[in-house]
């Protein structure tokens, strides 16, 4: 028993002394310590990835992208500045400097420079998100070295300038609407929001001229329903995308399939025209100067709405009959 005691006294000591001296052997390094950045001073961002370059700016409106300065996303541009003023390194992952295997060669790489007037405050190199998707592998500027820094970004910076667009068409409270005009296939109808008392009571028989409901210019009911869905439909209206300028002027001069104004004290506008392609509808709206595709789907809520309230959905199923 006393031999077994002293072995296992001996082994013990041994990989103690094993593990103290591995561990004085360790290379030692300190991490760069990305100095505080004030995301409100920051007025141009580059984004470079291969052959594509694109310019984020800052002016009085807002973010926008290009000399055609089109407004940018609000939440895109949230991301991309809370990644540039949050970059924190969590490992030193390579010396050696490997870009193909982490993605940072000059073919996959996204390098970024954040500006304030003419002073660079910050600027790195993006490679791939590492397997855990909680980190992201980059490179600094003049620093030759790999860092694993927190968090998985690369989506954020790897857009075109039509994924970074701002896709909202059209925005309004609903509340605010008190006057709704359609007009398709002939066919123009006027609604109008029956406001409700000041006390709040009601004692009107007739439900269809109930207060806070909406009715035609003529004080015939309008499908409640009906209005209240196409509104929420319209009420922050994204797009799918933007058209190009030739395909732009080539709807202007088109006649729209459908029209639809509402009134709030300023008028807002929508025209839907037809298929611009493959599952897409063109549109023009009254807050935004660019034509834009809208999704299919999208378009084809609106359209029936406007149909139920137009009378035009019994029309077609009295033809559908004959």
Not at 37 to 63: C, F, H, N, P, Q
Not at 81 to 108: F, H, M, P, T
Not at 229 to 254: F, N, T
Request: proline fraction near 3%; glycine fraction near 6%.
């Amino acid at each position: 028993m006393k031999k077994e005691y002293l072995i296992l006294i001996v082994i013990i000591a041994g990989l103690s002394a094993y593990l103290t001296l591995k561990k004085d052997d360790r290379v030692h390094y300190e991490l760069p310590v990305m100095t505080a950045l004030d995301t409100k001073a920051i007025d141009r961002v580059d984004i470079t990835r291969g052959d594509t370059a694109l310019t984020l700016s800052k002016g009085d409106k807002g973010w926008t992208v290009t000399e055609e300065k089109y407004p940018v996303d609000q939440t895109a541009m949230e991301n991309i500045l809370s990644a540039v003023k949050e970059l924190k390194l969590s490992a030193l992952v390579s010396e050696a400097g490997d870009k193909i295997r982490y993605e940072l060669d000059a073919e996959r790489a996204i390098r970024v420079n954040a500006w304030a007037g003419n002073t660079e405050k910050r600027s790195f190199i993006i490679g791939k998100t590492a397997p855990s998707f909680n980190h992201t592998f980059i490179m600094l500027k003049d620093d030759g070295k790999i860092y694993q820094a927190d968090n998985s970004f690369r989506n954020d910076f790897a857009k075109n300038v039509d994924d970074i667009r701002d896709k909202l068409v059209l925005s309004f409270e609903t509340e605010t609407i008190k006057k709704i005009t359609l007009e398709k296939d002939g066919v123009t109808r006027t609604l109008v929001l029956n406001a409700p008392a000041p006390s709040g009571e009601d004692k009107t028989e007739n439900p269809g001229e109930a207060k806070g409901a909406w009715l035609y210019d003529d004080g015939a009911p309008a499908d409640k329903t009906a209005a209240e869905d196409l509104l929420s439909s319209l009420s922050h209206l994204e797009c799918q995308s933007y058209l190009k300028p030739a395909e732009a002027k080539a709807i202007e001069k088109e006649t729209a399939q459908c029209k639809i104004s509402l009134e709030n004290g300023s008028t807002l506008s929508l025209n839907l025209f037809e298929k611009a392609k493959g599952e897409s509808v063109a549109g023009l709206s009254s807050s935004t100067p660019y034509a834009f595709a809208l999704d299919s789907y999208k378009a084809k809520d609106i359209v029936s709405y406007a149909d139920k309230l137009l009378g035009l959905e019994k029309k077609d199923a009295e033809a559908d009959k004959k």
